[in-house]
Nanobody, 114 residues
Framework: QVQLVESGGGLVQPGGSLTLSCAAS????????MGWYRRAPGKKRELVAI??????NYADAVKGRFAISRDNAKNMVYLQMNSLKPEDTAIYYC?????????WGQGTQVTVSS
């Protein structure tokens, strides 16, 4: 079974930047969307950013600060996070959606604190 593995999380001060990466352990075909979700303590998982081949969409809370990009050839997706705020603290999960299966990573912790 192909797995998704996130990396790049960590502790950062408010106003700082991090880049998250997500790689598939094998080949995944016919990916419709690649996305990033997050779950903050005590809250439900929410969409952060999602990318199809032609379009991207962002949660209002991260518009103008985060940027998603995908590399179809490498089966990878990235999330560039700038101007980080304490409320961005969460576990971040990547997702690859296909018609036959919905792939999820195990998550990477992002903590924004001084």
């Amino acid at each position: 079974q192909v797995q998704l593995v996130e990396s790049g999380g960590g502790l950062v001060q408010p106003g700082g930047s991090l880049t998250l990466s997500c790689a598939a352990s094998g080949s995944i075909f016919n990916i419709i969307t690649m996305g990033w979700y997050r779950r903050a303590p005590g809250k439900k998982r929410e969409l952060v950013a999602i990318a199809s081949d032609r379009l991207t969409n962002y949660a209002d809370a991260v518009k103008g600060r985060f940027a998603i990009s995908r590399d179809n050839a490498k089966n990878m997706v990235y999330l560039q996070m700038n101007s980080l705020k304490p409320e961005d603290t969460a576990i971040y999960y990547c997702n690859f959606y296909t018609r036959s299966y919905d792939y999820w990573g195990q998550g990477t912790q992002v903590t924004v604190s001084s």
